[in-house]
């Protein structure tokens, strides 16, 4: 049904290669879901937008070959004609349901924009009766309600069904998919991946899924191809190559994907006084509208508990919205918590202020999930990472070696002092980000998704580095994630928490093994491909 | 709908317009002369026992928070005073002046912003040729001082072309029939409108074309076209609506900037606004007129913001209060 023959698309001059995608053929079948999977820069998406004639506005179009949409070339169709096969023959997914959706339109109308276009016509009542015939399909409750609703007022998983519902209302025959659960928590991923088969398989569509997430391939791919820097690199069943990857970067990719370790490292057990003693920490958010506007209260933080020993590490696992980022500013004070005691080495900080405030801070520290904003545009990576020191009454000599020491110690070289963030790569910066909270020779570190940002491959990476430097320093670390097999990868043990309360604790092993908890079970069999690789 | 949020606000801005009236008061009196001086001045012959008489009269001898507090009184009973200088009740005065000042602000404001969003629209859509002009344009009205466009204007249109009016609100010469003395005034709005008006389509004119540029590459639009939407229609059914919110804010600042201007228009083009007045209250130290000119000006402020909210609300759903 699709053919991509000898597709290149040239990327401007001055990029660092030549092609965003080189030499690239693929098939599609009817009713198959081929996944394409890479990493950031792979030209997975630019060539799921060369298919869709929607390449982005900076002057890319293919060069040479071509795309075989049952037999006509869609990259020489007239702009009229490929209008007509948008929507209604070839419908698409994005990944950002948040954004994807005109945030002025309800989204009713959103969906039957499409009927518009296509030249369907319908009478007021039919109309709404398709739309929420669709909404239904999509197993969104109260149909009607939803289509009345703009966009902020539904959730991320919501929205998607929304996109879904768009894409799927004229019956296409071809569904690009462009990584549409990536943004979201794995709860709602599973569901909206399931949903996703159900609707392929009962309607006969061929589906073009774009991943990073080989767990994802593992769930509902029945084909496989591989790129890499804009080129095929290995393309097979997904049985095929989950479990026989013919070539080194696709073993790496698969490699990489977190999973827990089989065995505690016997001896590594931490015991004595924990440094870090949290105790029935509260934080409420109160939102008043206006000078006479009523206030809402909004709790984050309920009533949360959990010891960290030295040389520990504890990850705490949750949702978007489960107050586990408001729980690491509450431990590091950014946040001032309502009710509750941070303790650390049996000090109270919560009485703490100024000076005394500021010495203890820099025995905890914490790294940043965004690599690209949480360093300072404007200054050199000697600087950022001297500062901590500084602040705290170091010479500037004595801060410049300590930077050196630490920026070495995360595995980078001691020019990187003299350039600027934009300099480095995601992986890279992470890294900076790191050696900055090192500086301060902190005892407890709080990371607060330090690799959701990041492509698999840097991911492991990073979080190899982080177990490397725990181990030397005899760091304890809070690690916060939603990921529970990231958690699982380096935590001694995994707090899971929702809605503002940890609900269980226990060892990676025994949480996967016996979760206690309905939330956690659920967690659990959401992780994608679970068991298949 | 939402009565209480529009009510809520109108308390907001009544507390805003009586934090104007204070200030106003409180400045004036701390500039130096008074009204007494001046008549005192203006009578040729006087002395000290004349300028306190005339202050005793005037209430001028009370401390100036009793004065305060009397004024305060009086602008709740909805009494603006009498003007000593020109004989008549203040509300009186601004009554007669409010209209030509409304008219010529309101017009200023709906051809700026219709202006200047279609120019940004045009702008941002068919970049090339069409944007350079648009730039070229917006640029130099943005650039040029109001009152050099008005003149300019006087000189090409009014002495050169004799095609407009130059000033006034209506010709000398009596004219006949209702829809004659409508096409009379706005045969001599349209100077000093475009005036006033240009130089804010200028900057909504720039704001549009920015706004639109950076909707473009969102997601919901990609969303639209591969709907199959025509480029047409997600340029008018999706980018418009999105890209003209940080327009009808800026608008909302701009329309009390408008009212302001109006006072330099008014000038240039002898327009029988309210401007004018202000300006001989000025020079003859009419504390009361000059407030009570204050408090409707801003007064009108508040109301437009206000309007401009509701708008704001209207077109956006996510800005409604829950």
């Known amino acids: 049904m699709l053919a991509i023959r000898g597709l290149d698309i040239p990327l401007p001059i001055k990029a660092e290669r030549r092609f965003a995608v080189r030499g690239l053929s693929l098939d599609l079948a009817p009713g198959e879901l081929l996944c394409i999977v890479g990493e950031s820069g792979s030209g997975k998406s630019l060539t799921a937008r060369a298919v869709m004639g929607l390449l982005p506005d900076l002057g890319l179009r293919a060069s040479a070959g071509s795309i075989l949409f049952e037999g006509q070339d869609l990259l020489a169709l007239p702009p009229r004609r490929m209008e007509a096969l948008r929507g209604r023959e070839i419908s698409m997914i994005f990944q950002e349901p948040m954004t994807a959706l005109n945030p002025l339109m309800r989204v009713g109308d959103q969906i039957a924009e499409l009927f518009h276009i296509h030249g369907v016509r319908l009478g007021r009542a039919e109309r709404r009766e398709r739309v929420a015939a669709l909404l239904a399909d999509l197993h969104l409750p109260d149909p009607e309600r939803v289509a009345a609703a703009y966009p902020f007022e539904l959730s991320g998983g919501q929205r998607q069904r929304v996109m879904i519902a768009i894409a799927f209302a004229l019956r296409p025959r071809l569904l690009i998919a462009d990584e549409p659960t990536t943004a979201l928590d794995v709860t709602t991923q599973m569901q909206i991946l399931r949903l996703l088969k159900e609707l392929q398989r009962e309607r006969g569509t061929g589906v073009l899924f774009i991943t990073h997430d080989f767990g994802v391939v593992a769930e509902i791919a029945d084909r496989v191809a591989v790129m890499r820097h804009g080129e095929l690199v290995e393309e097979g069943t997904a049985a095929e190559v989950l479990r026989r990857p013919r070539h080194d970067y696709t073993r790496t990719l698969i490699a990489s994907v977190p999973r827990p370790v089989e065995q505690a490292e016997a001896g590594e057990a931490a015991t004595g006084a924990p440094v870090l003693a949290v105790e029935g920490l509260v934080k409420t958010f109160s939102v008043r509208r206006g000078l006479f506007g009523r206030e809402r209260r909004v709790p984050a933080v309920r009533g949360v508990s959990f010891r960290l020993r030295a040389g520990e590490t504890l990850a705490i696992v949750g949702e978007s919205g489960s107050g586990k980022t408001t729980l690491s500013r509450c431990i590091v004070r950014l946040l001032k918590p309502d009710a509750g005691r941070v303790a650390i080495d049996g000090e109270d900080i919560g009485g703490l202020g100024g000076d005394a405030l500021r010495a203890r801070r820099r025995t905890i520290q914490m790294v940043f999930q965004d690599p690209h904003g949480s360093l300072n545009p404007r200054q050199r990576v000697g600087e950022i990472v001297m500062a901590g020191p500084l602040a705290h009454g170091a010479g500037r000599a004595a801060s410049r070696a300590t930077a050196a020491r630490m920026l070495a110690l995360v595995g980078l070289d001691e020019g990187a002092m003299e350039r600027f963030p934009h300099q480095f790569s995601g992986g890279q910066r992470q890294r900076i980000g790191l050696a900055r909270a090192l500086a301060l020779e902190p005892r407890i570190l709080i990371a607060d998704e330090p690799v959701s940002a990041l492509d698999v491959t840097v991911q492991a990476q990073i979080l190899e580095l982080l177990q490397d430097v725990r181990r030397k320093l005899g760091l304890a670390m809070v690690f916060i994630t939603h990921d529970l097999r990231v958690a699982a990868q380096v935590a001694d043990r995994i707090a899971v928490m929702s809605q503002g309360e940890i609900v269980e604790e226990a060892t990676p092993q025994a949480l996967f093994a016996t979760p206690r908890h309905a939330y956690t079970r659920a967690l659990v069999a959401s992780i994608p491909g679970r068991g298949a690789i | ?322």
Do not use: C
């Not at chain 2, 201007?261 to 029988?272: D, M, Y």
């Not at chain 2, 204050?294 to 829950?322: E, G, H, K, M």
């Open chain 2, 1 to 322: 709908m939402r009565l209480r949020y529009i009510l809520r606000r109108l308390a907001n801005g009544v507390l805003v317009v009586l934090l104007v009236v204070v200030f106003n008061f409180v400045i004036l009196r701390l500039a130096p002369g008074d009204p007494a001086m001046i008549m005192a001045g203006e009578s040729g012959a006087s002395d000290e026992q004349f300028i306190a008489d005339v202050r005793r009269a005037y209430g001028l001898d009370q401390p100036m928070p009793t004065q305060l507090a009397t004024y305060l009184g009086n602008v709740l009973q909805f009494d603006l005073g009498f003007s000593y200088r020109q004989k008549r009740p203040n509300a009186e005065l601004i009554g007669e002046r409010l209209p030509a000042t409304l008219l010529l602000a309101l017009s200023a404001f709906v051809l700026s912003l219709t202006l200047g969003v279609l120019l940004g629209y045009l702008a941002a859509r068919y970049r090339g040729v069409v944007d350079w002009l648009v730039s070229v344009v917006s640029l130099a009205f943005y650039a040029t001082p109001i009152f050099w466009i008005g003149l300019m204007g006087i000189i090409v249109f009014s002495i050169q072309l004799e095609w407009l009016p130059a000033f006034g609100m209506r010709s000398i010469m009596p004219v006949r029939g209702e829809f004659a003395k409508i096409a009379d005034v706005l045969h001599h709005l349209v100077l000093p409108a475009l005036t006033l008006g240009l130089f804010y389509m200028a900057i909504f004119a720039r704001l549009m074309r920015a706004s639109l540029l950076e909707v473009r590459p969102l997601d919901f639009v990609a969303t639209a076209r591969a709907k199959g939407a025509t480029i047409g229609r997600v340029w008018r059914r999706h980018m418009l609506r999105n890209a003209f919110l940080p327009v009808l804010t800026m608008a909302g600042v701009q329309a009390g900037q408008i009212v302001g201007g109006s006072i330099l228009v008014e000038t240039v083009f002898a327009w029988p606004g309210i401007g004018r007045l202000a300006f001989e209250a000025v020079l003859q130290r009419d504390y009361n007129l000059l407030l009570g000119i204050f408090l409707v000006t801003s007064t009108a402020v508040v109301l437009i913001n206000l309007a401009t909210d509701v708008i704001y609300v209207l077109v956006d759903p996510r800005a409604r209060p829950a």
